[in-house]
């Protein structure tokens, strides 16, 4: 059996499942260890089986250091595995999101203010964190400085949920918004959030459309 193992819950186990039916054919069994401790501890306790494969969806930062201990570890698992535990190489799925080429324009979002941070925090993303000292714009410096408790991965949660408050976009709650794998309203005003014009052809084509990893240069390739 081939596994797809999380720390997500809700809408973000939803989209890892939206993942395995529309990418891989729903060939992964796709389930959620609800935070990264019991991830880690459920890779200790498994029973491989010979041709049992686990790909592990673990939310990696660099800057903050209970994270990079617990990465530590399951670096070291997936060493002594033999190539039956691979890590994906990714920062959070908020990330996968946030960095979407075509967030903005699906979602219609107004917020000429975080457009243009959103902009600058992916240009600067070295090794699974914000590289700060190459940050020059003043307002994304200050929206950066707002955080009480600050780390990559906080940021990009807090900046996603700007693009998607509108309900139909939604990236909270126990599903993904129905825009993400449903045919969506076109320039729906709703409480003045715009539902944005995908140009596919029908709901299951668009979170295919989500690059969450250009696979071909991921390890999910290898499915």
């Known amino acids: 059996m081939k596994y797809l193992w999380t720390e997500d819950t809700g ?7 939206l993942v395995n039916q529309l990418f891989f054919n729903n060939a992964l069994v796709v389930e959620s260890k609800e935070n990264n401790q019991n991830l880690l501890d459920a890779l200790l306790d498994i ?3 010979e041709d049992d494969e686990y790909y592990i969806a ?3 930062v660099v800057d ?7 990465y530590r570890m399951l670096k070291t698992m997936e060493n002594k595995a033999e190539g039956k535990v691979i890590i994906l190489d ?3 799925f908020e990330y996968l999101i946030l960095a979407f ?3 903005v324009e699906w979602t219609g979002t107004g917020k000429t203010d975080k457009i243009k941070i959103r902009e600058e925090v992916l240009s600067v993303i070295e090794d699974h964190r914000i590289n700060l000292s190459k940050i020059e ?3 994304t410096l200050q929206y950066l400085a707002g955080f009480k408790r600050y780390s990559t991965e906080r940021v990009m949660k807090s900046l996603v949920g700007e693009f998607t408050q509108n309900e139909k976009w939604s990236i909270k709650g126990s599903l993904m918004g129905e825009c993400w794998y449903k045919d969506c309203c076109v320039s729906e005003y709703m409480e003045s959030l715009r539902c944005g014009k995908p140009e596919v052809e029908g709901g299951n084509e668009k979170i295919a459309h989500v690059k969450i990893c250009d696979y071909r240069n991921q390890k999910l390739s290898r499915i």
């Open 64 to 70: 903050n250091q209970d994270i990079r201990n617990k």
């Open 90 to 92: 990714m920062i959070c």
């Open 58 to 60: 673990f939310d990696y």
């Open 101 to 103: 080429d075509k967030l």
């Open 137 to 139: 714009d003043e307002k």
């Open 11 to 17: 809408a973000g186990l939803h989209f890892w499942k």
């Open 47 to 49: 029973d491989m089986k």
